[in-house]
């Protein structure tokens, strides 16, 4: 899903909130993708000691800002239906909230389409996108041998060499191809088309 946009806007959001003048988007972008406790002490310096009430303040501002204005990449639908038809799993890890992830998809009418949600668990200190996938791969009975990791960040490239997947880096997210290359993703794709091409080989 297309979610760059809204967490931008979720983030000056609450810089204003916090008294903070907003960053610029390409200020903004490198700080998509990562666990928030990663980078808000570093945002928010003067809200280090309280970084539990700074999340929480996002949480509210993402689903004010991000979830009404994000949607799915174009085509990206018709691939989910067409992988399950296929009698493959698709499966989301993130490290967004998973509460909120699964909002999103239920909102954007990608749930019948998604086999597993994961997504970030702050009570169990599960943010990072290696915990997720770890915690994604034991209970969903993954054969890290037949699958294959999509994502747009260095942290999914990282996340899945960690744990043995393949990875598909796709250029029309956030990260750059740049980034991409750097962090060895396996493939390299620039549409959802390409995507398809990969994954029905």
């Not at 993708?33 to 999340?55: C, N, S, T």
Request: charged share 25%.
């Amino acid at each position: 899903m297309d979610s760059g946009p809204g967490i931008i806007e979720s983030l000056q959001a609450l810089q204003i909130e916090l008294g903070i003048a907003p960053m610029t988007p390409a200020e903004l972008l490198p700080y998509i993708g990562p666990p928030l406790h990663q980078f808000f002490p570093e945002m928010f310096p003067d809200h280090a000691d309280r970084v539990e009430d700074v999340i929480k303040a996002y949480r509210r501002l993402f689903e004010e800002h991000a979830m009404p204005s994000m949607r799915p990449f174009p085509g990206a639908i018709d691939l989910l239906a067409d992988i399950k038809k296929s009698g493959r799993q698709t499966c989301i890890a993130t490290c967004k909230a998973q509460r909120a992830c699964i909002e999103q998809a239920e909102k954007m009418e990608l749930r019948p389409y998604l086999d597993h949600i994961y997504g970030a668990d702050y009570a169990t200190s599960r943010f990072e996108k290696t915990d997720v996938l770890k915690e994604l791969i034991k209970n969903a009975g993954i054969d890290t041998n037949a699958a294959i990791m999509v994502g747009d960040r260095m942290y999914d490239l990282i996340g899945a060499k960690d744990v043995g997947l393949p990875a598909i880096g796709v250029s029309y997210g956030c990260g750059s191809v740049e980034e991409l290359m750097t962090h060895g993703a396996d493939w390299i794709v620039h549409s959802v088309e390409e995507l398809r091409g990969i994954l029905f080989a």
